[in-house]
Every structure is written in C-alpha cells, then in structure tokens.
C-alpha cells in the first residue's frame, strides 16, 4: 500500500510517500522560515499562502522522485490538526482535491501522532512499549505508547512547551526565528558556570514541565547585567546566559524521562518534535542511557521537525489497523485544536 503523506500544519510544507512494503519513497520539504524571520515568528496568513505555493510543485518533485504516478497511491492521509487553522485547510483541500480528482481515499492524521511515530520511521526503530517525550514548538509531553493508537499521557508542560520556551529565550538574546537550533549553537561556546538558571519543577514528583519561568529567568539576568539590553551585552556573555538556558531545561527533560522509565519499568525512551534535534539534549540522554541501562532512539534529524514523511507514515499505520479509516466523501474537517488522548485506538 502506498500512502501520500500531506503536511501543513505550521511553517512548513512535506509531502512524502510512503509504501508499507518498501519503506519510505520519497518526501519533499519546503521550510518558510526565511519568509517568517523578518516578522520574529510565524504569521498565519502568510504561511497558508505559502502553502498553497509549494503543494503542487512540491507533490510534483515527490512522485517524481518515487518514479509513482498519482494513479499508483492508495491512500492519501493529510494533517487534520492540532495546527494553524488556515493552514490545515490547505493542506486538507489540496489532499481531498487530489483524492477526488484521482478517486483515492483520504484520512485526516494527528500532527502530533506523526511526530511520535517518526522514530520508527529510522534504520533501528524501537519496539513497542516505550516512553515518548514529545518536545515540539506547540508541545511538551511525556507518553507511554503501547502501539499505533495506544498512547497514555503521562504529563505534559502547564505553561510553554520547551521549543516555546528555546524560541521565546532565543528571541530575548537577539537571536532570530525560530530560535532553538541558533541558542544551541550559541551555548556551545558559554561557560556552564556562569549563570545558574533555575530547573523548574525538577522536584515536582510528577512528569509534568513549566518552562515560562525559565523564560522570566533569562530575561531577568538580561536586566541585572551590567549593558542592560541585550544589544550591548557582549558574544561570551550571551553564550554564557545561552549556555545557562540550555543546561536547565536539557536537564529537566532528562530527568523526567529518566522518572517515567523508572515509574513505567520501561527500557526504551523514543524522542520526537522539533526539540529533538537539539545537541545538548542527545548527548545528556545518552550519558543517563549508557549510566542507567536504557535505550533512546531519536528519529533521523530531518524528521525531527515537520515533515510529509512522518505524515505519511502515521496514515499508513492507521489504514494497517483500520483500512476503512480513509474515506471518498472529501467532507473535510480540520481541528486546530485536538487532544492526542482523542485518537486511541480501542
Ligand atoms: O516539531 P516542530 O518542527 O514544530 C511543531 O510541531 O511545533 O518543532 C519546532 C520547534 C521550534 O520551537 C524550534 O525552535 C525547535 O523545535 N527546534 C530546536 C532545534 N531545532 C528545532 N530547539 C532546540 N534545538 C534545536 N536544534
Ligand atoms: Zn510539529
């Protein structure tokens, strides 16, 4: 079965295909960070105009690439949501326009469900159960997945979710959007003893996160310094506060995933979202997985953040459980809002 995977969701366009016999075929990616970086984030409605842009040509180069026409699809599964509304509706026009012009049935796949599977869309993927951390620009979860549809919250953040909390403190330092991969870069070269940033909610005893004081914190060593505005304050200094960001919530993430292998009696920590691409936190996960006897698989680092791939992938998985999940009505919803707790499958 070949599967078409569509996303749109957010500041990205992906368009992959996806077979259940021969893996991943091929997937295309076009990012509008360069369009939003001058706004210092993501404007709805210019990302929903770039979408409509890049879909077709986009779909173009992904069939192309597969050397499979549009005929030889089975399915075509697009993200429903969570997500920019405007920008869903395009992807799920497009995707149902596709299926009625080509008379393919289409499904609506959770953004989020995308990303927690796109692990074992890599060359050494994990067995079922294991523990996710999903750490995105939206989202910051720790899950216990038991299979495709079987996913038990476990806690999640009460406030920003930890790509909020890298862009928000990216944006404070004067770095650009998004700003989690140009902070990690910065705090590479900061001391780790400068700045001792507080580790919020460490303690709390649950696997829940709160990452906006972290943000107040930053913020706060920027008004105590001497230059005052972060414009004067000069390149060690900013990697030093970069670095003293970094360290906090790379250590909180780990030691929450550390607790939920622990309480679930799990050996197996799956990492999934944009966060996942960041350095310091792979290595610090590897050091407590080489210390405590647990394996961590991230997916391929172009998975980490949005892509078509990880959309075609979560489509073809549902149809394998249910393959009346996709239908020809082309009656498309999208759900700017959708708890993940609301797709289990039973
Ligand atoms: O999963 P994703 O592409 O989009 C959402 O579904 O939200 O995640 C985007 C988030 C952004 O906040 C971005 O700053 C963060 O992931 N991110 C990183 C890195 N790469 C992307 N954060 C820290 N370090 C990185 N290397
Ligand atoms: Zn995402």
């Not at 990303?115 to 067995?127: F, I, N, R, V, Y």
């Not at 670095?243 to 995933?257: E, N, S």
Request: charged share 20%.
């Amino acid at each position: 079965m070949i599967v078409l995977g569509v996303e749109s969701s957010c500041d990205e366009t992906g368009l992959a295909l996806y077979d259940t016999q021969r893996g991943l075929l091929s997937h295309a990616l076009h990012s509008q960070v360069a369009m939003h970086e001058e706004y210092g984030g993501v404007v709805p409605e210019l990302a929903s105009r770039d979408h409509i842009r890049r879909a077709i040509p986009l779909l173009e180069q992904t069939l192309a690439q597969a050397g499979v026409t549009l005929s030889e699809v089975d399915a075509i599964a697009y993200t429903e949501g969570p997500g920019l509304a405007g920008a869903l509706l395009v992807g799920a026009s497009i995707a149902c326009a596709l299926g009625l012009a080509a008379d393919k049935p289409v499904l609506g796949v959770h953004h989020l469900e995308g990303h927690l599977l796109s692990p074992l869309l890599a060359a050494d993927p994990p067995a079922f159960p294991f523990i996710a951390l999903l750490v995105s620009g939206g989202h910051t979860q720790l899950m216990r997945v038991d299979g495709v549809g079987q996913y038990t919250l476990m806690g999640e953040t009460l406030d920003d979710a930890a790509g909020e909390a890298f862009d928000k403190s990216a944006k404070l330092l004067g770095l650009g959007y998004p700003g989690g991969p140009a902070i990690s870069r910065l705090a590479e070269f900061g001391d780790p003893s400068a700045y001792k940033l507080p580790r919020p909610m460490l303690h709390s005893k649950d696997f829940n996160f709160s990452f906006s004081g972290l943000k107040t914190a930053v913020l706060t060593v920027v008004k105590n310094h001497h230059e005052k505005v972060i414009a004067n304050i000069c390149e060690q200094d900013k990697a030093d506060i970069a670095r003293g960001f970094v360290d906090a919530i790379v250590d909180v993430l780990t030691a929450k995933c550390v607790s939920a292998l622990k309480h679930s009696g799990l050996k197996r920590l799956v990492i999934a979202g944009g966060v996942g691409a960041n350095a310091q936190l792979r290595a610090s996960l590897d050091a407590a997985a080489a210390a405590r006897k647990f394996r961590v698989f991230y997916p391929e680092l172009e998975f980490c953040t949005d892509n078509g791939a990880m959309i075609a992938f979560a489509g073809a998985m549902r149809l394998l459980i249910n393959p009346q999940a996709a239908q020809k009505d082309y009656a498309f919803n999208v759900r700017p809002r959708w708890p993940l707790d609301d797709i289990k499958v039973v």
